[in-house]
C-alpha cells in the first residue's frame, strides 16, 4: 500500500507536463514498481508460508521444494500487486472486482478448511463493501494505486498462507490478460475512453485493444458505469470457476 501511495503523490510539477495548466500525475517509473514490491514478500519467505506442493494442470502434484519460498513467493506477491493495479481507474472498478474475489476466495478458503486464508480475504470483503459505497459512480473517494497494490498483495498473501495458489491464479485471470494487453505497448496505455457528450465512452485508441476497456467500448459505446459492471461480471466468471467444483464436485473442472 505505501508503494502504491507513493505512485499516487508522484506528480510533475514542471510547466512542460501539464494539461491546460494543471498538473498530472505521472507515478513511479513502470520498471521501478516491482523491485519496489519486492519486499512485501519477505515476511512469507521468512515463515516458509504455504506447501511447497503444488497441483499443476496437466503435470499433476510438483514438489517445488527450496524454489517455493525463493522464487515463487516473492513471483507471486510482485506480480500480483503490479497487475491489479493495471485494471483501474473507473468509478468503482478497483472495489466492486475486489468485493467479487475476495469473497470467492474467503469462500473458498472456508470450505477447504483453511482458517487463515478466510480470515484474510472475509476482513478485506468487509472493508470493501464499507468502501464502495463511497467509490461507487459518481465516486466521492478514488481509491488509486493505494488500494490496488494492497488488493494485489492481499490476493498473493491469502492463496500462499491458505495453500490456495490454484484457486489464486484463477480469480487474477482478468488481470493476468490486462498484463498481456499493455505489454505491448510497454504498459503506457490508459483503461480510460473518450467522454462523449451523451455521457457514453469511446475507444481511446481506436480499434487497437490494449486494456479489457478498449474491448467493451469497442463493442458498443457504453457509460462509465456500464463498463464497470461489464468488468465485474467478467470477474464473476472467472470466481464462478474455482466455486462451482466446490458445490457440485461431480463438474469436470
Known sequence: MFIGFLDDLNVKLNAENTIEGRDIRIGLPQWLKPLLTLPAAIPLMAISAGTTSMAIPFFGKIDFGILYPLLLIPLGVVGASNVVN??????????GMGIIYCLGLGVSALLSNSTSGAVVFLVTLAALVGFIRYSWYPAKILPGDSLTYLLGSIVASG???????????????????????KIRVKF???CLGKLREDGKLDPPYGRKIYSWTHLIMNIKPLTEKQVTMILIL???CFVAIILLPLFFPFLPF
Open 159 to 181: 492463496v500462499i498462507v491458505g495453500n490456495m495458489e490454484r484457486n489464486g491464479l484463477i480469480v487474477m485471470f482478468p488481470f493476468i490478460i490486462e498484463f498481456f494487453l
Open 86 to 95: 493495471m485494471l483501474a481507474g473507473f468509478n468503482g472498478l478497483e472495489a
Open 188 to 190: 503506457k496505455a490508459s
Open 234 to 236: 467478467i470477474q464473476v
